[in-house]
């Protein structure tokens, strides 16, 4: 990775954010903790893959047809995000995968 994708990679999630900032405050406050929990669970690729713009996506959709985000994603934010990352690998799985390995190998 250069310097040139640095760049533009930082340009890129600054206009995400941006687009997050312009949502109204109660979207803003589901997508910040979406967002959160995604990082701490979510698929690997994440920072790069086209899921946070996406939801942003469905935000400013909700915003356009003036429906309240829990509307559009129901009472349950982590079940919501869950349904999001269905079938995707996670660091969790990652996390699964080390340490059933490391529990196999240790006893052989």
């Known amino acids: 990775m250069g310097i040139q994708d640095i760049v533009e990679g930082k340009k890129q999630w600054r206009a995400h954010k941006a687009r997050v ?3 109204p405050a109660d ?3 589901v997508y910040k903790e979406m967002q959160k929990y ?3 669970v979510g698929p690997i690729d994440l920072p790069d893959g086209p899921l946070l713009p996406g939801i ?3 935000f400013e959709e909700g915003v356009a047809e003036g429906k309240g985000v829990m509307e559009l ?3 349950d934010v982590a079940a919501f995000s ?3 990352i269905e079938g ?3 660091y ?3 996390y699964q995968e080390s340490v059933g390995g490391a529990s196999g190998t240790a006893g052989k």
């Open 21 to 23: 900032k312009a949502l």
């Open 27 to 29: 979207y803003q406050i």
């Open 38 to 40: 995604l990082f701490k």
């Open 56 to 58: 942003v996506d469905f």
């Open 73 to 75: 994603i129901g009472p």
């Open 82 to 84: 869950d349904s999001l």
């Open 88 to 90: 995707s690998r996670t």
């Open 92 to 94: 969790a799985d990652l």
